[in-house]
């Protein structure tokens, strides 16, 4: 199992590829724990909205280890994987998208969007500037890409991808994904 953990407001550097000055938030594992408690209202709200215009996609998928789908098939079975995967997926449990918030301050959070998951569905209670940030983002206004953030990060800029936002030389790049289909 490939572990997905960074501590809250730690600095950004996911496959050793820093961005500088972000900080992570969310990036939960089973191993550790991590704050719970409520939200302000309006919050889940905002982050799901954000989510669905995520950062960064990412090849394959990470499932939540918190929720419980059974043990792992033993057979490389497609039908049992494919109804594992429905199974994780209607459960909003997997992701393999990235959101980018920045706040009033300018600092600049990164999440993977099963932050959204984790809130609802765990409790996860993220710090209280990522609460500021997210509450104080115009969503008309939401980064599409993490490319365009810094002058810093454009280093890894390789071309547009024909919509004004910049794709990655490495394995990410930006996505729009369904409104049912939120950071997926």
């Not at 098939?73 to 959101?99: C, F, H, W």
């Amino acid at each position: 199992m490939h572990v997905m953990y960074f501590a809250d407001l730690s600095p950004y550097s996911y496959h050793g590829d820093p961005e500088l000055g972000s900080l992570n938030v969310g990036w939960l594992d089973k191993a550790r724990g991590y704050p719970r408690g409520p939200v302000p209202a309006g919050f889940l709200e905002h982050l799901i909205e954000i989510c669905k215009r995520p950062a960064k996609q990412h090849r394959g998928f990470h499932v939540c280890e918190f929720c419980d789908f059974g043990p792992e098939p033993d057979a490389m079975d497609q039908a049992v994987l494919n109804a594992r995967y429905e199974l994780q997926k209607a459960a909003g449990a997997l992701s393999s998208t990235e959101i980018r918030v920045v706040g009033r301050d300018g600092r600049v959070y990164a999440s993977p969007a099963l932050i959204c998951h984790y809130v609802l569905t765990h409790s996860y209670q993220p710090p209280q500037e990522f609460f500021e940030a997210v509450m104080g983002t115009d969503l008309g206004q939401v980064l599409t890409t993490s490319l365009t953030m810094r002058p810093a990060n454009r280093r890894h800029a390789a071309q547009s991808d024909g919509s004004g936002r910049l794709v990655s030389d490495h394995c990410s790049r930006s996505a729009s994904p369904a409104v049912t289909d939120i950071g997926r």
